[in-house]
């Protein structure tokens, strides 16, 4: 099997980044797209040129959406870990993996997992300052 054949079970493989900030905008719209991803390319003055400029001058962001794509409007099984430290753009989608009719969001979902993501982090950090060990002297 070629590179090119392992690469092609991938949605975003052939796919511009317009054709999918377009297919995102017409399945969900603007507002589930900023509440779920936060990027303020999809909130302030949002249109298809200026996020696909933003989308492409901003790495981070670009990622974000694709695996957004990938993940809720394509509805595909996560990534195993190997393949979720890449970009979107270059993991493997095993053959037996299709798109399925995607995910049902809202802007309430987008809330809870908001508040999910933010306990989560305070968790992180709690666990992160307890295992750094204090300097009482501040050198």
């Known amino acids: 099997m070629s590179t090119e054949e392992i690469y092609k079970n991938n949605p975003l493989h052939g796919t511009s980044l317009e ?25 302030i ?9 933003f989308l492409k001058k901003t790495q981070w ?16 099984p996560k990534p195993d870990n190997t393949q979720y430290d890449l970009p979107p753009r270059d993991r493997i989608v095993p053959l037996t993996d299709k798109p399925r009719e995607p995910k049902e969001l809202s802007i309430k979902d987008a ?26 002297w501040g050198v």
Request: some cysteine; hydrophobic content about 35%.
């Open 61 to 76: 962001a670009r990622e974000k959406v694709e695996a957004f794509y990938l993940y809720k409007l394509k509805n595909l």
């Open 19 to 43: 054709q999918v900030v377009e297919e995102l905008v017409a399945h969900y719209g603007w507002e589930i797209l900023h509440a779920y991803m936060n990027v303020s390319c999809f909130k």
């Open 111 to 136: 809330e809870r997992v908001k508040a999910l993501k933010q306990k989560a982090n305070i968790q992180r950090a709690s666990r992160q300052s307890r295992s750094t060990p204090s300097n009482p």
């Open 45 to 53: 003055n949002p249109s298809i040129e200026s996020s696909c400029k």
